[in-house]
């Protein structure tokens, strides 16, 4: 066993990874990402960015997230797809052109149409808008809503509505909607007023990009997800970590609380009837986000940089075939 094929035993759709072609030539990773026991879901960690996929206007450039996409097809993984309408890893010519509301409008619908479309059924889930809100529950100030104010929320997922196929979950992703409890209502109240102009929205997106020991507890994690999933959508842990704040110094006990915040992130989901999977983001250290993000932090995966499986990741298999 592993932990997909307990995670799908306990009710769940999949348990994933993000990955990223850096890892394409590491065949150690790629023992462990494509052993079907461990991984059932994979989800590009940066090369289906706007950045990336559309760096100059009109100029895609589809080769690296193809091969993500036929790799995880070739494993038989779903694939997530990260992300459409972002802040963040913009290229520059859309975060510096003076926009008038109908070109940016437009912009964003030549965008999500092409890339959307060009993947098909080959993404199970896109991450339409990804990090619209502040801490405190207001809009997050970007190009997009200096030009179209909340507006440009619902036209992007009426645009990625219009070219998904309608099995395809579109997702609105963000990360402390567990901790920060405006930006968590903020949250409910999108999706609330996208359901009441009739847009269609499948699911919520909850990054849990935790801190050992800060992880909320079991009892508020549910009730986070449960807040969504009573509006009638799919929840998800999207970008799942827990990383040792001082990680060179992580004591012993450090590494049992990361166990722990671990296997409690994992069972609200087995506990919430829509929670549907658990991405986490790197399942390794040697390739995890955090060092870079965050100097000092790190340690925030289930194996090791060496990839020595850790105790969080017995726990978490330990609680699943216990569950
Ligand atoms: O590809 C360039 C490389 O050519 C260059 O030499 C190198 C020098 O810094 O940078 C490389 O780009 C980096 C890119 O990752 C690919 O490795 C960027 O600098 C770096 O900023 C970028 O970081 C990514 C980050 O998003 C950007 O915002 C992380 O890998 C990625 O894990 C992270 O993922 C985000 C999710 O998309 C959204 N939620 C939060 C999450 C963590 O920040």
Redesign the pocket.
């Known amino acids: 066993t592993g932990l997909h094929s307990l995670f799908v035993t306990a009710g769940k759709l999949y348990f994933g990874t ?1 990955t990223e072609i850096n890892n394409l030539d590491d065949p150690t990773y790629q023992n462990i990402l494509s052993n079907p026991l461990e991984f059932g879901q994979q989800t590009p ?2 090369s289906q ?1 706007w950045g990336l996929i559309q760096p100059n206007p009109g100029g895609f450039s589809f080769n690296s997230p193809d091969r993500i996409a036929d790799l995880s097809n070739s494993y038989g993984h779903l694939l997530r797809c ?2 459409l309408t972002w802040h ?2 913009l290229p520059p010519f859309v975060s510096t052109t003076a926009w008038t509301p109908d070109m940016l409008r437009q912009l964003i619908t030549t965008h999500i149409t092409a890339v959307v479309s060009h993947f098909g059924a080959a993404c199970y889930a896109w991450d339409v808008v ?2 619209a809100l502040n801490e405190n529950g207001t809009l997050r100030n970007s190009v997009f809503f200096e030009v179209l104010g909340e507006g440009y929320i619902a036209h992007s997922f009426r645009v990625a509505a219009e070219v998904a196929p309608p099995q395809m979950k579109l997702y609105y992703n963000d ?1 402390n909607l567990e901790t920060a409890p405006e930006k968590q209502t903020a949250a409910v109240e999108l999706v609330k007023s996208l359901q009441a102009q009739g847009v269609r929205i499948d699911g919520v997106g909850l ?1 849990a ?1 935790f801190t050992v020991g800060q992880t909320p507890s079991l009892k508020s994690l549910i009730a986070t997800l449960k807040r969504f999933t009573e509006l009638g959508v799919d929840v998800a842990w999207t ?1 799942l970590d827990v990383a040792h704040e001082d990680v060179e110094n992580a004591s012993e006990l450090a590494v049992e609380q990361q166990a722990k915040d671990y296997v409690a992130a994992v069972r609200a989901c087995v506990e919430v009837e829509r929670c549907v999977g658990v991405t986490v ?1 790197q399942f390794t250290d040697r390739y995890s ?1 955090v060092p ?2 965050f100097p000092g932090k790190g340690g925030a995966c289930l194996w090791t940089d060496e990839y020595q499986r850790k105790p969080a990741y017995w726990a978490v298999k330990g609680f699943l075939e216990g569950w």
């Open positions: 993000a960690e940066n960015k990260h992300t963040s890893q990804n990090e990360f990054q990009h970008e983001w986000w870079g993000t």
